[in-house]
């Protein structure tokens, strides 16, 4: 029996596109390919809001969160970390022998401009990574307000981790200043996972031909040249590809961006309505996520308890606290294609397991 997802990635997978990535291959050195490629690209685009080129990776998200660092840092990066996906970035980062400091906030508390801002005075740093929208603790982080402050600094490249948040939020990439942003298809896209997509601007184009090859597979000049052909530089996960097709047509011509937008947003709202009546919600308010909610456990609930109820009889699951929260809190995903009937249908059952009113 399926187990409607309401976790924070993999998410819930409509049937369409099940079936679209059933479609017969196609080579991908082919005109048809090309077209499904350049199809793809002008909606990913209109969808964030860029006339930058979006590449895609035929990888999870961690794959392109090395290309960024890997390619775009040639003194020193700075990494923002207010949880545990930011601070896997500067993991990645340091790992590839890449030099870098962490900024390190509490997990759920804000990181203010003024921060960032004291750290890029001081000429030590070409490149700055942050999440938006942090997976671990349902925060969504003001990635606008940051980006004005890294671009107030000369040739301070800045790469953003949107991998829960690109397609159920906002992010304007040209406006708000941004030189990767990158997510998984696995998300709020709606997808199975195996494919990543990111924006790449000039500069980090440009940057990546001055820094000292550091990846083969993530090479970006190299994968720039291919893109230039609307092409993959490597043999691509096509059933994904035709699966991301087939959704942003959806996204863009049918349920449309904005509507796309609203729609998480209110449905993120229901939960977080519902987590402050009986529990309450884990970052900094004003602060919260639009594609899922971390709710604080302040009844001390076993959620493992609640979780294997919600499988083993409603055929339901949510997702536990992350890490070293397991228990102190668990997730409510709105991501993809959730409806306000499924929101409202797995928070009444919880209600009903739990004996809320």
């Given at each position: 029996m399926h187990e409607k997802l309401f976790t924070p990635g993999p998410t819930e997978v409509r049937t369409e596109l099940l079936q679209a990535m059933a479609d017969p291959q196609v080579h991908h050195r082919t005109d048809e390919f090309s077209e499904i490629y350049d199809d793809i690209q002008v909606r990913l685009q209109e969808l964030l809001f860029t006339k930058k080129p979006v590449f895609l990776f035929t990888s999870s998200s961690t794959g392109a969160m090395e290309s960024a660092v890997t390619n775009g840092v040639k003194k020193r990066c700075l990494n923002l970390a207010n949880g545990a996906f930011a601070e896997r970035w500067h993991k990645i980062t340091v790992n590839n022998g890449v030099p870098a400091d962490l900024l390190d906030q509490d997990w759920g508390r804000a990181i203010t401009p003024e921060m960032v801002d004291d750290k890029l005075s001081t000429g030590k740093y070409d490149a700055v990574t942050m999440v938006f929208n942090e997976t671990s603790v349902g925060m969504m982080n003001d990635v606008e307000k940051i980006g004005e402050v890294v671009n107030d600094h000369d040739d301070v490249l800045f790469m953003v981790d949107a991998v829960s948040g690109m397609a159920g939020a906002?992010?304007?990439?040209?406006?708000?200043?941004?030189?990767?942003?990158?997510?998984?298809?696995?998300?709020?896209?709606?997808?199975?996972?195996?494919?990543?997509?990111?924006?790449?601007?000039?500069?980090?184009?440009?940057?990546?031909?001055?820094?000292?090859?550091?990846?083969?597979?993530?090479?970006?000049?190299?994968?720039?040249?291919?893109?230039?052909?609307?092409?993959?530089?490597?043999?691509?996960?096509?059933?994904?590809?035709?699966?991301?097709?087939?959704?942003?047509?959806?996204?863009?011509?049918?349920?449309?961006?904005?509507?796309?937008?609203?729609?998480?947003?209110?449905?993120?709202?229901?939960?977080?309505?519902?987590?402050?009546?009986?529990?309450?919600?884990?970052?900094?308010?004003?602060?919260?996520?639009?594609?899922?909610?971390?709710?604080?456990?302040?009844?001390?609930?076993?959620?493992?308890?609640?979780?294997?109820?919600?499988?083993?009889?409603?055929?339901?699951?949510?997702?536990?606290?992350?890490?070293?929260?397991?228990?102190?809190?668990?997730?409510?995903?709105?991501?993809?294609?959730?409806?306000?009937?499924?929101?409202?249908?797995?928070?009444?059952?919880i209600n009903d397991i739990l004996g809320l009113e």
């Amino acid at each position: 029996m399926h187990e409607k997802l309401f976790t924070p990635g993999p998410t819930e997978v409509r049937t369409e596109l099940l079936q679209a990535m059933a479609d017969p291959q196609v080579h991908h050195r082919t005109d048809e390919f090309s077209e499904i490629y350049d199809d793809i690209q002008v909606r990913l685009q209109e969808l964030l809001f860029t006339k930058k080129p979006v590449f895609l990776f035929t990888s999870s998200s961690t794959g392109a969160m090395e290309s960024a660092v890997t390619n775009g840092v040639k003194k020193r990066c700075l990494n923002l970390a207010n949880g545990a996906f930011a601070e896997r970035w500067h993991k990645i980062t340091v790992n590839n022998g890449v030099p870098a400091d962490l900024l390190d906030q509490d997990w759920g508390r804000a990181i203010t401009p003024e921060m960032v801002d004291d750290k890029l005075s001081t000429g030590k740093y070409d490149a700055v990574t942050m999440v938006f929208n942090e997976t671990s603790v349902g925060m969504m982080n003001d990635v606008e307000k940051i980006g004005e402050v890294v671009n107030d600094h000369d040739d301070v490249l800045f790469m953003v981790d949107a991998v829960s948040g690109m397609a159920g939020a906002k992010i304007e990439v040209d406006n708000w200043g941004i030189d990767m942003c990158l997510a998984g298809v696995q998300k709020a896209f709606g997808l199975p996972s195996g494919l990543a997509v990111a924006s790449v601007s000039e500069r980090l184009l440009d940057r990546a031909e001055e820094v000292e090859p550091r990846s083969y597979y993530f090479n970006l000049p190299l994968l720039h040249k291919y893109h230039k052909r609307s092409q993959t530089r490597t043999t691509p996960a096509i059933p994904q590809i035709f699966g991301l097709r087939e959704q942003l047509m959806h996204i863009v011509d049918e349920e449309g961006i904005e509507n796309r937008f609203a729609r998480h947003d209110r449905l993120s709202g229901i939960v977080q309505d519902w987590a402050k009546k009986y529990f309450d919600v884990f970052p900094e308010e004003g602060y919260w996520s639009k594609t899922l909610t971390c709710v604080e456990n302040t009844r001390g609930i076993s959620v493992a308890d609640l979780n294997e109820e919600l499988i083993s009889q409603h055929n339901a699951r949510i997702a536990n606290g992350y890490g070293d929260m397991k228990e102190e809190t668990f997730r409510i995903s709105n991501m993809a294609d959730l409806t306000e009937i499924d929101i409202r249908g797995v928070l009444a059952t919880i209600n009903d397991i739990l004996g809320l009113e």
